[in-house]
């Protein structure tokens, strides 16, 4: 697979990657063969959280891996503490805080630095520069190798791209969900890369029954699901395959992050990463119509 540079950084992906929440359980013999495969097959990049079951699934990708660890690009979120009781978590973003964090990361990915680092959400209200000044810490003692945050708010964004040296924006992105395209100048002009995940539409324009989405009646997903088998059918390619090319499409996303629970959907993926369609403005064109943009309502400002 062609490789694409992520903002300014230096980090080199593959335009699909794994987003590897959805493989729970820890290092399951499955979960293991699932990323061990990807990455024999051109996947480079692997995206995770401390948050997700609690820190298993960076120990999972710590484990299966280790091996070609130089090879693949990491990447990880901070900011959310689990309460003692395990019941919920908290948002937690400080300096302290995420200084401290990155250690139990580290450890628990087997690796002695993170290639992408990234805020997991963020409002306006947060010490912005304090946060800042401690990913810029981390970049300095060699921890990490660049920061980016996961958002969809207009606001923490654009702080964010004014105001640091993020690399990239993780925001969900896809054929229903246009909302962050508001942003996508701004990240252009600043070299920002777009990390896109829920290109898939949780399925809902892929194999799932159709339904309400967002803002989005189920009748406006009806017709938003005729749009892509129709393209589909033309094009002689998948549903998924024409979701992916879609979001793909726009320069300004590097990498889109797709999560996959078993063989056979990766199987799927290795098919659609080795023939990636190059969609073109047309196409774009015939997806689009007929279904309404949605625009965010909060956090503009």
Do not use: C
């Amino acid at each position: 697979m062609q490789r694409i540079k992520i903002g300014k950084s230096a980090l080199e992906v593959a335009p699909i990657g794994l987003g590897t929440m959805s493989l729970k359980g820890g290092a399951t013999k499955l979960n293991v063969d699932i990323l061990q495969q990807a990455y024999e097959s051109g996947i480079n990049y692997f995206d995770t959280a401390d948050l997700y079951e609690r820190g298993m699934n960076e120990d999972l990708l710590g484990q299966a891996l280790s091996a070609v660890r130089d090879s693949v690009i990491l990447a990880t979120k901070v900011g959310n503490q689990w309460r003692s009781d395990g019941s919920t978590w908290d948002w937690k973003a400080s300096k302290p805080y995420i200084i401290k964090t990155v250690e139990a990361s580290l450890s628990r990915l087997n690796t002695s630095y993170i290639d992408l680092y990234q805020l997991h959400g963020g409002t306006i209200d947060d010490p912005i520069d304090e946060i800042i000044e401690a990913f810029e810490q981390l970049v300095k003692e060699g921890k990490i190798r660049y920061y980016g945050i996961s958002s969809i708010r207009p606001n923490v964004i654009r702080a964010y791209a004014e105001r640091s040296n993020i690399v990239s924006v993780m925001m969900q992105y896809s054929l229903l969900d246009r909302r962050p395209e508001m942003v996508f100048p701004l990240l252009a002009d600043k070299g920002i890369s777009v990390i896109s995940r829920g290109a898939m539409t949780q399925g809902i324009l892929v194999d799932k029954p159709v339904d309400k989405y967002l803002q989005l009646t189920s009748g406006e997903v009806g017709h938003a699901n005729r749009n892509v088998e129709k393209l589909a059918e033309r094009l002689g390619i998948s549903k998924a395959h024409v979701l992916l090319a879609y979001v793909l499409g726009r320069s300004e996303v590097a990498v889109a992050a797709v999560g996959v629970r078993t063989l056979a959907q990766l199987r799927d993926l290795q098919r659609i990463a080795g023939m990636l369609h190059d969609m073109t403005h047309d196409e774009r064109e015939v997806l689009e119509k007929g279904i309404r943009k949605l625009e965010y309502v909060d956090h503009l400002l």
